[in-house]
């Protein structure tokens, strides 16, 4: 291959770069502006100024700062007792985290924790020690927010938090 053909093969690539990426800023910009066409009346009732181009595509590349972080309900010390094959008694202690979007779920969850509470002791209680020893976080996540969910449908109740975080797992 010759410098000439080398170089060509390299413009082509910019440009088509330089295009593909204009094409895509364009093309957010005519998205974004279909959905905010209507002129939006402020309490005064002047029309609103709409951002300009560059606004739109700066806020595109932006982090949002309008999402709140979630909120964070403990549940602390739930120890459950472990069935075991042996003599021995097994123990499992658990804390967990409640994750909401709001005050609101917070509330609720609080005033929840009774049934949340019953629901793990209820879940884990039935379990074999080496089984629960065996599973991993996820899988233990994912039968945590399936017993909730279950719950709540039986209490016929919506789950006022969004995910379970186990924060800690303690096996003897």
Same mark, same amino acid.
């Given at each position: 291959?010759?410098?000439?053909?080398?170089?060509?093969?390299?413009?082509?690539?910019?440009?088509?770069?330089?295009?593909?990426?204009?094409?895509?800023?364009?093309?957010?910009?005519?998205?974004?502006?279909?959905?905010?066409?209507?002129?939006?009346?402020?309490?005064?009732?002047?029309?609103?100024?709409?951002?300009?181009?560059?606004?739109?595509?700066?806020?595109?590349?932006?982090?949002?700062?309008?999402?709140?972080?979630?909120?964070?309900?403990?549940?602390?010390?739930?120890?459950?007792?472990?069935?075991?094959?042996?003599?021995?008694?097994?123990?499992?202690?658990?804390?967990?985290?409640? /994750? +909401?979007?709001?005050?609101?779920?917070?509330?609720?969850?609080?005033? #929840? @924790?009774? *049934?949340?509470?019953? =629901?793990?002791? $209820?879940?884990?209680?039935?379990?074999?020690? /080496? +089984?629960?020893?065996?599973?991993?976080?996820?899988?233990?996540?994912? #039968? @945590?927010? *399936?017993?909730?969910? =279950?719950?709540? $449908?039986?209490?016929?109740?919506?789950?006022?938090?969004?995910?379970?975080?186990?924060?800690?797992?303690?096996?003897?």
């Amino acid at each position: 291959m010759t410098i000439k053909k080398i170089s060509a093969v390299m413009a082509i690539a910019v440009l088509s770069s330089v295009l593909t990426a204009g094409l895509a800023v364009t093309g957010t910009y005519y998205l974004n502006a279909s959905t905010n066409s209507s002129a939006q009346a402020s309490e005064d009732g002047a029309p609103e100024a709409k951002p300009g181009i560059w606004h739109k595509v700066s806020g595109f590349f932006a982090s949002s700062d309008n999402v709140a972080p979630p909120q964070f309900v403990e549940m602390n010390n739930i120890m459950i007792t472990l069935r075991s094959d042996g003599d021995r008694e097994r123990y499992m202690l658990l804390e967990l985290a409640l /994750s +909401a979007a709001d005050s609101q779920a917070v509330q609720q969850t609080e005033m #929840m @924790l009774p *049934a949340i509470r019953g =629901a793990t002791v $209820a879940l884990f209680s039935d379990m074999e020690y /080496s +089984a629960v020893r065996a599973m991993h976080i996820p899988e233990l996540h994912d #039968m @945590l927010m *399936a017993t909730y969910n =279950a719950r709540f $449908a039986e209490l016929k109740q919506s789950v006022p938090f969004n995910d379970v975080t186990i924060s800690k797992m303690l096996l003897q």
